[in-house]
Each structure stands twice: as structure tokens, then as C-alpha cells.
């Protein structure tokens, strides 16, 4: 059975940094596809940022956080990371981790993060 647990969340104050982590388990995770998505109570569950499952580590990311966070993996240790910096106020969401592996759907419960002064 696969299972996502995030971590990292918090309160930072705009312009801050927060690094969220999403440990996985029971999946082939070295194939599986990888991505962060984030829900505030005024919006539907949006994409935020995904890499991809081979070597290249391909990145894509959603227009509004592109250039201030950064995904990366590491197969070795099964976690997937979400660096945010320059976070804005309209940055404040529960996140969520999300693995695909054989068309599948996995996520994680998501964790808080609260960006104000």
C-alpha cells in the first residue's frame, strides 16, 4: 500500500522560505512520477509543480510559482521536496504530495502552509 506523508509546513512571513517534504513508501517510487499541488478554502485543488520519473528529472510548474519554488526528488532516500521562497500571502494553502506509478493516483493528507505578517 502506498503512503505519502508531508511535513514542513508552517507560518512564515511574506518574502520567506519553507522547504516541504513528502516521504513515500509500498511504491516502485524510482519510476513513479512526482507532484505538489495546493488547496486554499477559496480555490479548487490547483498543480503547482511536478518531476518526472527518469533520469532527467524533468520540471514543470505552475505560472504563479515559477521562478520562487523548486521540486526535486531523491530516489535513494523515497522523498520528494517542494522549496518555496519569495512566498506570498496568496501562497497560503494546504499542500499536497502526489504520486502517480501505472496510471494510479496516490496523496498524501497535506500539510499547512500560512503565509502572513
Known amino acids: 500500500q502506498v503512503q505519502l506523508v508531508e511535513s514542513g509546513g508552517g507560518l512564515v512571513q511574506p518574502g520567506g522560505s519553507l522547504r516541504l517534504s513528502c516521504a513515500a513508501s509500498?511504491?516502485?517510487?524510482?519510476?513513479?512520477?512526482l507532484a505538489w499541488h495546493r488547496q486554499s478554502p477559496e480555490n479548487q485543488r490547483e498543480f503547482v509543480a511536478v518531476?518526472?520519473?527518469?533520469?532527467?528529472?524533468?520540471?514543470k510548474y505552475a505560472g504563479s510559482v515559477k521562478g520562487r519554488f523548486t521540486i526535486s526528488r531523491d530516489n535513494a532516500k523515497n522523498m520528494v521536496y517542494l522549496q518555496m521562497n519569495s512566498l506570498k500571502p496568496e501562497d497560503t494553502a494546504v499542500y499536497y504530495c502526489?504520486?502517480?506509478?501505472?496510471?494510479?493516483?496516490?496523496w498524501g493528507q497535506g500539510t499547512q502552509v500560512t503565509v502572513a505578517s
Open positions: 502526489l504520486l502517480v506509478y501505472r496510471g494510479r493516483e496516490y
Open positions: 518531476i518526472s520519473s527518469d533520469s532527467a528529472n524533468y520540471t
Open positions: 509500498g511504491s516502485d517510487f524510482s519510476r513513479s512520477v
